[in-house]
Nanobody, 124 residues
């Protein structure tokens, strides 16, 4: 059974930083893209950042320049460093991974594995 377990969410103030972690178990994702989606109340899920097996990255326009995605192949993990947080970053953040090897995808249905989500709340 494949599991993605997120940690690191919580309450922060505007302008502060927070780091999310996701550790996968049940299979290796060395050859697969991983990433982070988020969903705010009343909004659709959106891809925040993704990283390929060759460590190419994608960022949504809303977080570009503030968030950094990275991965550790030995730990089978992916991380999201969030800087200069804003109230509009408040959402549940989900760790995701693709079953198909290789490239980054940007739509929800292209990701086969999802974590349970971790709440990030940014107060003004």
């Amino acid at each position: 059974q494949v599991n993605l377990v997120e940690s690191g969410g919580g309450l922060v103030q505007t302008g502060e930083s927070q780091r999310l972690s996701c550790v996968a178990s049940g299979r290796t994702f060395r050859d697969n893209a991983m990433g982070w989606f988020r969903q705010a109340p009343g909004k659709e899920r959106e891809l925040v950042a993704a990283i390929s097996s060759t460590q190419s990255t994608y960022y949504s326009d809303s977080v570009k320049g503030r968030f950094i995605i990275s991965r550790d192949f030995a730990e089978n993990a992916v991380y999201l460093q969030m800087n200069s947080l804003k109230p509009e970053d408040t959402a549940i953040y989900y760790c995701v991974a693709r079953r198909r090897w290789g490239t980054i995808a940007i739509i929800t249905s292209d990701y086969d594995y999802w974590g349970q989500g971790t709440q990030v709340t940014v107060s003004s």
